[in-house]
């Protein structure tokens, strides 16, 4: 789509109020599913089961969850049955059918899941976005999912940030992605990348000398592919994971290498943030622990106090929504070094434009680039890289 095209299809999105956004969002639901119809979940993993308790508080729990799991079939969770799909649209033909299906895992598009039951002869097929719209305080924030007129408070900043996208691809990526914020619209989202997550061999090169910075190190698994990426070819790196089931693996992988490349290799057990301080953490075990909520508390610590006398040349961060406070903590090893960043921008609705914004303040010295690595929003990334980096 020509530029031209897409400032016309953003400013048109952004045409609309806040106020008529407020009252499309509070209505949507209702104008969907009439109330008092039976609800039916399609979908009864994380999302389903978070779905159902929030139900269960409204007072209005599903009647059924529909799953195309056949180990599931027949069974209940916490009380509910579960059907196979053309069971429940057999037994429910006027039920309501609410996709909870949304997952960094999937391998179907949200078209193709509504399309799934349309299908069997469902007559209402809705995804879950609707619903959390309508009960904002019970189901919001999820990821970038959020209330439509939050982007329109911030139109003056979305507007700017799509002039700093350096191709078409990346403008169309951010205008589709505003669209999908404002509407919910999971069909017009683009086909994720081919190149491999955080390394972008059409955006840029990695290097023998590089000094890797590794914010979200999880059990090592970006590490593997940088090494492999890499050929093992490295100056140094510094890894950061604050969980400690995840840390124990990291150390293990990192224990499993070869001497001279584990001696480079430096492993913090700590969030990274914008300043030294002890925050919540939710420490989960897997690649979903976050900062600010859980049980536990973790020490936090800014990338320019630990990095001191450091120069790194790449920086990823994956922080499961702390990303903008990682990024205030790196202002000065940004703006004193420009390393090539991978910035995570999907776990909140403003990190699309909120994360570029944040680099731009820290130096000028960048080119972006907006590359989903993941269907429908996930593992969205914002890549700056200085010119002098870029593959062509």
């Not at 949507?28 to 119809?37: C, I, Q, W």
């Not at 429910?92 to 078209?111: C, L, N, Q, R, Y």
């Not at 995804?127 to 139109?155: N, Q, R, S, T």
Request: net charge negative.
């Amino acid at each position: 789509m020509p530029d031209g095209a897409l400032v016309k299809l953003l400013e048109d999105l952004l045409s609309e109020s806040v106020r008529e956004a407020t009252a499309r969002e509070a209505a949507a639901f209702d104008e969907a599913v009439p109330p008092g119809t039976p609800v039916i979940l399609f979908g009864a993993g994380n999302l389903g089961r978070r779905t159902l308790h929030g139900l269960r508080r409204l007072g209005t729990p599903p009647i059924a969850f529909a799953d195309n799991s056949q180990r599931l079939w027949g069974t209940q969770i916490e009380g509910v049955p579960v059907l196979a799909p053309a069971d429940a649209v057999a037994h429910f033909p006027s039920a309501a059918f609410i996709v909870t299906i949304w997952t960094g895992e999937g391998w179907d598009k949200m078209g193709q899941r509504c399309a799934q039951l349309l299908g069997l002869g469902c007559s209402r097929v809705i995804p879950f976005g609707l619903l959390f719209w309508k009960h904002p305080d019970i189901f919001l924030p999820h990821y970038a999912m959020d209330l439509p007129h939050l982007v329109l408070e911030d139109a003056e900043t979305v507007r700017a940030v799509f002039d700093l996208w350096e191709d078409e691809a990346s403008r169309r990526e951010y205008v589709e992605q505003v669209r999908w914020r404002l509407h919910h619209d999971f069909d017009s989202l683009p086909d994720p990348v081919k190149t491999e997550i955080y390394f972008p061999d059409d955006i840029f090169l990695t290097r023998d000398d590089e000094v890797f910075v590794d914010c979200g190190a999880f059990d090592g698994d970006t590490l593997r592919r940088f090494l492999h990426h890499r050929d093992g070819q490295f100056k140094q790196i510094l890894a950061f994971e604050p969980d400690p089931n995840n840390f124990r693996k990291l150390e293990q992988y990192v224990a499993s290498l070869p001497s001279q490349q584990s001696e480079l290799i430096e492993l913090h057990q700590t969030a990274v943030g914008a300043r030294r301080e002890i925050v919540r953490f939710d420490a989960m075990g897997n690649e979903a622990s976050f900062v600010g909520q859980g049980s536990m508390e973790v020490q936090s610590i800014p990338l320019d106090e630990v990095c001191q006398g450091l120069a790194p040349t790449y920086l990823k961060m994956d922080t499961e929504g702390s990303e903008p406070d990682a990024l205030q903590g790196a202002r000065k090893v940004i703006g004193m070094h420009v390393p090539a960043l991978a910035i995570c921008s999907y776990h909140r609705q403003d990190h699309l434009w909120r994360v570029p914004t944040l680099i731009r303040a820290s130096s000028d010295q960048y080119c972006y680039f907006l590359r989903p690595q993941l269907l429908d929003v996930w593992d969205l990334v914002c890549y700056a890289v200085p010119r002098s980096r870029l593959s062509n």
